[in-house]
Structures are given as C-alpha cells and as structure tokens.
T-cell receptor
Framework: KQEVTQIPAALSVPEGENLVLNCSFT??????LQWFRQDPGKGLTSLLLIQSSQREQTSGRLNASLDKSSGRSTLYIAASQPGDSATYLC?????????????FGDGTTLTVKP | DAGVIQSPRHEVTEMGQEVTLRCKPISGHNSLFWYRQTMMRGLELLIYFNNNVPIDDSGMPEDRFSAKMPNASFSTLKIQPSEPRDSAVYFC????????????FGDGTRLSIL
C-alpha cells in the first residue's frame, strides 16, 4: 500500500527566505508526483506535476524535484512572500495494479510572516 | 473553462437522511475522482472513474456510500443513510489523463450531519 509522508507538518518563516518542503513515498511504481496548494476553505490547486521519468519541474519561484529510486520529492520556494502562506500537499499517482490511484500526504502548513 | 463544478457547496442534514453530492467535471477530462477531507484522516481517495467506468472503489468506507457516473459530464456521490461521522469536505477532481496530466479540483461540498 502506497504511503506518502510530508515533513515538516508546519513551517513558519520570515518573508524573503528560501525554503524546502519534503515529501516521501513508499512505492516507486508511480506515473507522476504532483504538488498542490490549498488555501483555507478552498479546493486544491495544482502547482507542479513531475512525470516519473523526470527529475524536476520549475514554475516561477517554485522548483520541484523527484528522486523516484529513493522515494523522495522536494518543493523549493524561492524568496517567499506572505501570499505563499497556505497548505502544500504532495500526491503520487500509482501505476500497475492500482493504476490511476492517487495517494496524498497530510500536507505542510506554511506561514510566511511579513 | 468553468472548472470542476460541485453542488451543493454546503449541506447540513440530520442523521439518517440521504445525501447526494454532485460533480460536473471539466469537459474533455476522462478521469474523475471523489475525495473526502477531514482533520483526522486528511485527504482520502474514495473512488475514481476512467471514461465513466469505476476503476477502484476500495476507498469507499462502507456500503452506505455509492457513486455513479452516468455520462462524461456528471457524477454523483450518495450517502444513505448518513451518519455524523460522515461530516467532512468532499472534493471532486478531474483530469484529461491520470498518467500525465494534473488533477483539477472543485471547491468542495462541506457536509455536516447532525
């Protein structure tokens, strides 16, 4: 059974800092890994999707990496801003017998202080 | 594009009543997912469809839960009879192809069972 873990559960940083969020998964038989953002009371917004054959993806100040063999991904946020405050979730999409099944971590709640 | 549309946004009902949640996926998306989010259990995948066919319903908690997708533009999640422990936010998501495309989430239905 796929399990996804995110560390830390919560993070508070001053504005302008660079930061890293971590995600680990137990089964490397995946199609892709996605990072999402969730604001309070809202749905999830996809930030980045990394295919299993890729090592990283970048979008603006965000960079996500994937090491499938070790079951790890990181989300790097450069020059953090108060507007980045939200909960960040990672999810893997399984292949094989559970093809298409998505498993989410519990998220990291980020607070960026002005 | 209007995005994934869920209704109702909020529902409050008494224990024992039937609850029906509705979802309209983004046009052209072949995969549809139903999730439940609670503080205790995080985001859990209940069931997902591919080309209107249920692929994996192992996340459906009990026989009281059922989901249908009669056509490519509509899906329902039904709880009958409802219980207080079913209180949660229920999300619907869709994507063009689960192997290489990001999921798009609706704003969710906040369900309270009294």
């Amino acid at each position: 059974k796929q399990e996804v873990t995110q560390i830390p559960a919560a993070l508070s940083v001053p504005e302008g800092e660079n930061l890293v969020l971590n995600c680990s998964f137990t089964d490397s038989a995946i199609y892709n890994l996605q990072w999402f953002r969730q604001d309070p009371g809202k749905g999830l917004t996809s930030l980045l999707l990394i295919q299993s054959s890729q090592r990283e993806q970048t979008s603006g100040r965000l960079n996500a990496s994937l090491d499938k063999s070790s079951g790890r991904s990181t989300l790097y946020i450069a020059a953090s801003q108060p507007g980045d405050s939200a909960t960040y979730l990672c999810a893997v999409t399984s292949r094989g017998t559970n093809a298409g099944k998505s498993t989410f971590g519990d998220g990291t709640t980020l607070t960026v202080k002005p | 594009d209007a995005g994934v549309i869920q209704s109702p946004r909020h529902e409050v009902t008494e224990m024992g009543q039937e609850v029906t949640l509705r979802c309209k996926p983004i046009s052209g998306h072949n995969s549809l997912f139903w999730y439940r989010q609670t503080m205790m259990r995080g985001l859990e995948l209940l069931i997902y469809f591919n080309n209107n066919v249920p692929i994996d319903d192992s996340g459906m908690p009990e026989d009281r839960f059922s989901a249908k997708m009669p056509n490519a533009s509509f899906s329902t999640l039904k709880i009958q009879p409802s219980e207080p422990r079913d209180s949660a936010v229920y999300f619907c998501a869709s994507c063009p192809n689960y192997s290489n495309q990001p999921q798009h989430f609706g704003d969710g239905t906040r369900l309270s069972i009294l």
